[in-house]
């Protein structure tokens, strides 16, 4: 059963983080980085963004002239605090050392808000012990995921992805959740192919490109929060 829904790169990203209770299951250092990677991403594939030319990990990103107006706050911040910086130091500005007011989270905050108004999602609050609150979100549409690991599956299998789909595989695959979501697969074989797949070049130099670097700016920001946090 497919899917007549239109998702952005950050909530198809969140949808497979999702575990099957509805529970966030990568760690939050690694999550803030994807959701950043994501956010970025998004705004270049909807050409909101732009990477100027330049040698590769110096280019920089720029606001694309008579881009439609965002709609969307935490989106709009993601834009500001992308705008001149290259792609890894943006993820990092957004959801990693160099972000100090949490605006991945707000961001997975708002797309998770959204997936459960277009009721693909169900927001349950649990109390522990009287004493704190979290928050689960269990599939009210299962189709939708399945959809979406689907086209990665096709990816993977050398089908050619749409840009999306190749941002996705590149995300998932620094963060290390292909191997949870496709457990058959062998797993060097497919880390090979996932990192070839942003690099074919179908959707133009620009957006290969950006792939190529937000998957290196994710891993790099989940190493330097994680070292930080363990000095």
Same mark, same amino acid.
């Given at each position: 059963?497919?899917?007549?829904?239109?998702?952005?790169?950050?909530?198809?990203?969140?949808?497979?983080?999702?575990?099957? %209770?509805?529970?966030?299951?990568?760690?939050?250092?690694?999550?803030?980085?994807?959701?950043?990677?994501?956010?970025?991403?998004?705004? @270049?594939?909807?050409?909101?963004?732009?990477?100027?030319?330049?040698?590769?990990?110096?280019?920089?990103?720029?606001?694309?002239?008579?881009?439609?107006?965002?709609?969307?706050?935490?989106?709009?911040?993601?834009?500001?605090?992308?705008?001149?910086?290259?792609?890894? %130091?943006?993820?990092?500005?957004?959801? #990693?050392?160099?972000?100090?007011?949490?605006?991945?989270?707000?961001?997975?905050?708002?797309?998770?808000?959204?997936?459960?108004?277009?009721? @693909?999602?169900?927001?349950?609050?649990?109390?522990?012990?009287?004493?704190?609150?979290?928050?689960?979100?269990?599939?009210?549409?299962?189709?939708?995921?399945?959809?979406?690991?689907?086209?990665?599956?096709?990816?993977?299998?050398?089908?050619?992805?749409?840009?999306?789909?190749?941002?996705? @595989?590149?995300?998932?695959?620094?963060?290390?959740?292909?191997?949870?979501?496709?457990?058959?697969?062998?797993?060097?074989?497919?880390?090979?192919?996932?990192?070839?797949?942003?690099?074919?070049?179908?959707? #133009?130099? =620009?957006?290969?490109? =950006?792939?190529?670097?937000?998957?290196?700016?994710?891993?790099?920001?989940? @190493?330097?929060?994680?070292?930080?946090?363990?000095?």
């Amino acid at each position: 059963m497919t899917t007549s829904l239109v998702l952005s790169l950050p909530a198809e990203l969140l949808l497979l983080v999702l575990d099957d %209770d509805g529970n966030l299951r990568v760690d939050s250092t690694k999550r803030k980085a994807a959701v950043a990677g994501a956010a970025v991403l998004q705004l @270049v594939l909807d050409g909101v963004l732009d990477l100027e030319p330049g040698e590769p990990g110096r280019a920089r990103l720029v606001a694309r002239p008579g881009a439609a107006t965002l709609q969307s706050a935490v989106l709009e911040q993601a834009k500001e605090r992308a705008v001149g910086h290259t792609p890894k %130091d943006a993820v990092a500005r957004i959801g #990693g050392a160099s972000d100090w007011k949490g605006r991945a989270k707000d961001i997975q905050e708002s797309v998770l808000d959204e997936l459960a108004a277009a009721g @693909v999602l169900d927001r349950f609050q649990h109390r522990h012990l009287g004493l704190f609150t979290s928050t689960s979100w269990p599939l009210r549409r299962p189709e939708v995921r399945s959809d979406i690991q689907a086209r990665i599956d096709t990816a993977l299998d050398g089908g050619p992805p749409d840009a999306q789909a190749a941002a996705l @595989v590149g995300i998932l695959n620094a963060i290390d959740l292909l191997p949870k979501l496709f457990p058959r697969r062998d797993k060097k074989a497919m880390r090979r192919v996932a990192e070839q797949i942003g690099e074919l070049g179908w959707a #133009g130099e =620009a957006v290969a490109q =950006a792939i190529s670097q937000v998957q290196a700016a994710v891993i790099a920001s989940v @190493v330097v929060s994680t070292t930080a946090a363990n000095s």
